[in-house]
């Protein structure tokens, strides 16, 4: 049975600085990994889409990395910004038609 | 930009009556998923559905639950007999592809149930 842990479960920091989410998960056998945010009583908002065949993926100041085989994601965020706080989420789809969430990371960041 | 929409946004109901959940996916999107959140814990599968019938369903997805795609563009869920647990907020996605998908979700549906 896929599981999906993130960590930290909580993060501050102060504005500016680069930070890494991490994202592991149980079962190495999966198609793709995606990375959504959060805002508070909202809907989730893809990030980024990371198939199982692709080491990085890259949208503005995101970077998510994939290593199937240790079962590891990392979200990397450069010069983090107030309007970043959010809780972050990563999903893995197994091809079992449903995709599995992790625990998400709350993310604040101090201006 | 297409996004899945989803009504309504906040519905209130005493424990024991039907509840319907809609959702709209994006057009050409072929495969539709129910996921719920309660407060402060992660978030949960309930459903997915493709070409017209339900693909996998978690153990949370009981008799209790149905979904439908009653016409070309909504996809409903129902609880028949809502209970105080079922207090959560419901989330309807949908993506153009299954394996290789990207997942798309709505704003959500906050069920309280009194």
């Known amino acids: 049975k896929q599981e999906v842990t993130q960590i930290p479960a909580a993060l501050s920091v102060p504005e500016g600085e680069n930070l890494v989410l991490n994202c592991s998960f149980t079962?190495?056998?999966?198609?793709?990994l995606q990375w959504f945010r959060q805002d508070p009583g909202k809907g989730l908002t893809s990030l980024l889409l990371?198939?199982?065949?692709?080491r990085e993926q890259t949208s503005g100041r995101l970077n998510a990395s994939l290593d199937k085989s240790s079962g590891r994601s990392t979200l990397y965020i450069a010069a983090s910004q107030p309007g970043d706080s959010a809780t972050y989420l990563c999903?893995?789809?197994?091809?079992?038609?449903?995709?599995?969430f992790g625990t998400g990371t709350r993310l604040k960041v101090l201006a | 930009e297409p996004e899945v929409t989803q009504t309504p946004s906040h519905q209130v109901t005493q424990m024991g009556q039907e509840v319907i959940l809609r959702c709209v996916p994006i057009?050409?999107?072929?495969?539709f998923y129910w996921y719920r959140q309660i407060l402060g814990q992660k978030v949960e599968f309930l459903v997915s559905?493709?070409?017209?019938?339900?693909?996998?369903k978690s153990e949370i997805f009981d008799d209790q639950f149905s979904v439908e795609r009653p016409d070309g563009s909504n996809f409903t869920l129902k609880i028949r007999s809502t209970k105080l647990e079922d207090s959560a907020m419901y989330f309807c996605?949908?993506?153009?592809?299954?394996?290789?998908?990207?997942?798309?979700f709505g704003e959500g549906s906050r069920l309280t149930v009194l």
């Open positions: 999903a893995v789809y197994s091809g079992t038609y449903k995709y599995i």
């Open positions: 990371i198939q199982s065949s692709q």
């Open positions: 996605a949908s993506s153009r592809y299954g394996n290789a998908g990207e997942l798309f």
């Open positions: 079962d190495s056998a999966i198609y793709n």
């Open positions: 559905f493709y070409n017209n019938e339900i693909s996998e």
């Open positions: 057009s050409n999107h072929l495969y």
